[in-house]
Every structure is written in structure tokens, then in C-alpha cells.
């Protein structure tokens, strides 16, 4: 692949390196950060930028809330200094439903109560503008298609649990959004009725509820979910950690933790 400027997730690495080492981010984006080299190298130092940890949390470390993310770029490094474990799932469905079983199954285990699940994420939409946090409640998937079965878009065949699921509020004062979830980056609007598309916060949604835990995910709006999708996400995802970290820090503020 041919690139013609420095690409936008490079110009975030660079950021990174200025900071002091305080985290692993930095020491990475630093290795990303040899702009001399060719574009293939910079993409293979900048890999572990991108990758995922799972879990960053201990045994011992039970948190509430617990917060999950996809992927560690979308913390900006800035979760780790502040001492808030994040549980990193990887990109998709299957990925987040897997590795947040494998974590609300550790509270389980040690006989406590469920935490308040929050997923901070980047997210595209037709409706809302690029640089908005928005707290969704109510949650699809846009790519489940057994029309054909005679179930609606969106529907599961075979499933009781709802097509929409729904939870009560818990993040007041920001716009509210439905997410439509998919194994597909999302450049193109479908007929279903949301209007913030994502990669994980169905899958997310269906294991609380099925565990029967509260969940909200805030999504900062990088893109509009349109042809330009790819190129405005990476520009605009450096944005969304501090709106993210403000979001956690207000949240946790005014809350008690379960027992």
C-alpha cells in the first residue's frame, strides 16, 4: 500500500511519544514514532499501539464500576496513570461477548455482586456530530439478517430475548443514543432504527443482560457512519480519551460502590 502523507494513527503515536513514560503506550508510540522508516515498518511498530490486553487488571482486583473498552489506543493511555483498570476485549462481537463473560464470571467466582458495566468507545452516526460523547441505552444489531426465516431485521430466530435491548439510564447528562451493532465497519446507514453504529456494544448489552447487570456505553462520534468513515475515524479518535476519562470521573463521583 502506497501512502502519500503520514497517517493519521502514526501522527497519534507521535503525541504519545512526548509524554513521559508512564505507561507502555508511550514506550510504544515511541518505536511508532520512526517517521524515517518505511510506511510497512512504522504500521508493524505502531501493531502493539492497536492490539488489545484483555484483561489489565489482577485476580484481587474486582473493580465497580468496570470499564471495557475494544482496543487500548481508544484510552489514550491515559486510563493506566489514573489507576482505573480497563478490560480490553479486542474488535467485534464475538471478542467483547467472550472476554467480559470470562470477567463478570471472576465476581461470580469470589461471591460478589455484579458491577455497573461501562464501555467507552468510538463510534460513528448519521445524526450526531463528529467530537460528540453520547450515552447509549438501547442497543441492536444491525447485521443479524433471518429475514428469510420470517423474522424482522435485527431479529434473532429462536431467541427469547428481545430484538431491542433496553437499560435504565445511568449516564443523564449527555445526549442519548441507540446503538446498532456489527461485525462491519458501518459505511452505509441501514433501515433499523439507531442512530450510533459500533462494533461490540450489542454483544456487551446481551451478556449484562443475560447476567442480569446494568450497562451504558458512551461513544465519542468520530465519523458519520458514511464513505469518509475510515479516514475521519482515524483523525478524530486521539479526541475521545479525555471525554472518556471526564465521563468516568464524574460518574464515579456520584455513586456507591455494590456490595
Known amino acids: 500500500m502506497r501512502l502519500r502523507k503520514r497517517p493519521p494513527l502514526l501522527n497519534h503515536a507521535k503525541k504519545l511519544?512526548?509524554?513521559?513514560?508512564?505507561?507502555?503506550?508511550?514506550?510504544?508510540?515511541?518505536?511508532?514514532?520512526?517517521?524515517?522508516?518505511?510506511?510497512?515498518?512504522?504500521?508493524?511498530?505502531?501493531?502493539?499501539?492497536?492490539?488489545?490486553?484483555?484483561?489489565?487488571?489482577?485476580?484481587?482486583?474486582?473493580?465497580?464500576?468496570?470499564?471495557?473498552?475494544?482496543?487500548?489506543?481508544?484510552?489514550?493511555?491515559?486510563?493506566?496513570?489514573?489507576?482505573?483498570?480497563?478490560?480490553?476485549?479486542?474488535v467485534g462481537k464475538i471478542n467483547a461477548a467472550h472476554h467480559l463473560t470470562l470477567a463478570l464470571a471472576r465476581y461470580a467466582r469470589a461471591k460478589r455482586a455484579l458491577p455497573l458495566v461501562i464501555n467507552f468507545g468510538t463510534a460513528g452516526s448519521p445524526s450526531f456530530p463528529i467530537g460528540a460523547l453520547v450515552a447509549c441505552n438501547a442497543f441492536v444489531q444491525r447485521d443479524m439478517d433471518a429475514t428469510a426465516l420470517g423474522v424482522e431485521a435485527g431479529e434473532t430466530p429462536f431467541d427469547a430475548s428481545p430484538q431491542r435491548l433496553e437499560f435504565p439510564p445511568v449516564v443523564t447528562d449527555l445526549p442519548q443514543g441507540v446503538c446498532g451493532t456489527g461485525d462491519s465497519f458501518s459505511t452505509a446507514h441501514t433501515a433499523l432504527h439507531f442512530n450510533v453504529v459500533d462494533m461490540e456494544a450489542y454483544a456487551l448489552a446481551k451478556v449484562c443482560w443475560l447476567m442480569g447487570t446494568t450497562f451504558v456505553s458512551v461513544k465519542y462520534i468520530t465519523d458519520g457512519a458514511d464513505s469518509s468513515a475510515a479516514t475521519s475515524w482515524q483523525d478524530n479518535l486521539a479526541r475521545a480519551a479525555e471525554g472518556f476519562l471526564a465521563v468516568y470521573a464524574a460518574l464515579d463521583s456520584r455513586r456507591e460502590p455494590r456490595k
Do not use: W
Request: charged fraction near 20%; aromatic fraction near 6%.
Open 17 to 90: 511519544a512526548t509524554r513521559p513514560a508512564r505507561s507502555s503506550l508511550c514506550a510504544v508510540a515511541r518505536r511508532a514514532a520512526c517517521f524515517d522508516a518505511p510506511p510497512r515498518l512504522q504500521y508493524a511498530a505502531l501493531r502493539p499501539l492497536i492490539a488489545c490486553k484483555h484483561v489489565t487488571a489482577n485476580d484481587d482486583e474486582l473493580p465497580d464500576p468496570l470499564v471495557v473498552m475494544a482496543l487500548e489506543l481508544e484510552s489514550g493511555g491515559l486510563f493506566g496513570p489514573a489507576s482505573i483498570p480497563v478490560l480490553y476485549t479486542g
